[in-house]
């Protein structure tokens, strides 16, 4: 009887009737959160030829290398050619923009900038861009959109030296600084601090 119990109790421990040791599974390392990326969205208006390239490309360059989109806008979608010869092919019509895609307009200065400066569809375009806060930009000569838009009362701003006055004459209060940033408005005095004021809208853009 003796010899049948000791049995009774080997095949017990044998089919694992014994307390097991628990197989200890590793624990998952915590998942790192990806960080959010905001993609940021400009809308540049060009003349329809007559554009000043480096107030063009320096802007240009600088956003699309840091991962920004920018949209090209003219008054048709006719390769346009700059002053000093470059080409920009702009994506679409200033009828055609949707204020909602962008997060900011930067208008190009240059001689052409002229048919530009009384563009009712680029004025409703400029206010609508001012009124949510959005960053509106302008160079050379193109500060006088903003003038002519009603933007700049009571506001510094800069200009090409030859056009101060069509910025007082709408109330602004001109300041004479290659580069002048008031609140979301940035203006540019002309091509020599293109560079500067691609770095100010950058800047802007990145808050």
Same mark, same amino acid.
């Given at each position: 009887?003796?010899?049948?119990?000791?049995?009774?109790?080997?095949?017990?421990?044998?089919?694992?009737?014994?307390?097991?040791?628990?197989?200890?599974?590793?624990?998952?390392?915590p998942?790192?959160?990806?960080?959010?990326?905001?993609?940021?969205?400009?809308?540049?208006?060009?003349?329809?030829?007559?554009?000043?390239?480096?107030?063009?490309?320096?802007?240009?360059?600088?956003?699309?290398?840091? &991962? *920004?989109?920018?949209? #090209?806008?003219? @008054?048709?979608?006719?390769?346009? /050619?700059?002053? =000093?010869?470059?080409?920009?092919?702009?994506?679409?019509?200033?009828?055609?923009?949707?204020?909602?895609?962008?997060?900011?307009?930067i208008?190009?200065?240059?001689?052409g900038?002229?048919?530009?400066?009384?563009n009712?569809?680029?004025?409703?375009?400029?206010?609508?861009?001012?009124?949510?806060?959005?960053?509106?930009?302008?160079?050379?000569?193109?500060?006088?959109?903003?003038?002519?838009? &009603? *933007?700049?009362?009571? #506001?510094?701003? @800069?200009?090409?030296?030859?056009? /101060?006055?069509? =910025?007082?004459?709408?109330?602004?209060?001109?300041?004479?600084?290659?580069?002048?940033?008031?609140?979301?408005?940035?203006?540019?005095?002309?091509?020599?601090?293109?560079?500067?004021?691609?770095?100010?809208?950058?800047k802007?853009?990145?808050?």
């Open positions: 009887m003796k010899e049948v119990a000791t049995l009774i109790i080997l095949i017990f421990l044998w089919c694992g009737g014994g307390k097991q040791e628990k197989t200890q599974q590793p624990i998952p390392p998942k790192e959160e990806m960080p959010t990326i905001v993609t940021k969205s400009v809308l540049m208006v060009i003349a329809p030829k007559d554009f000043r390239d480096e107030e063009f490309k320096e802007p240009y360059d600088l956003l699309t290398k840091s &991962g *920004i989109k920018v949209t #090209i806008a003219s @008054t048709d979608t006719t390769p346009a /050619k700059g002053t =000093l010869g470059m080409i920009v092919k702009p994506q679409i019509t200033l009828e055609q923009v949707v204020p909602d895609s962008f997060d900011a307009i208008i190009i200065g240059g001689i900038c002229q048919v530009l400066l009384n009712t569809i680029l004025h409703r375009l400029v206010q609508g861009f001012n009124n949510t806060k959005k960053t509106v930009a302008a160079i050379c000569i193109a500060p006088i959109v903003f003038a002519r838009a &009603g *933007i700049l009362k009571d #506001i510094k701003a @800069t200009v090409y030296p030859t056009s /101060k006055n069509e =910025l007082t004459k709408y109330g602004a209060q001109y300041t004479g600084a290659d580069v002048e940033v008031s609140g979301n408005i940035i203006t540019c005095s002309g091509p020599h601090a293109a560079k500067d004021f691609a770095t100010k809208i950058f802007t853009l990145s808050k």
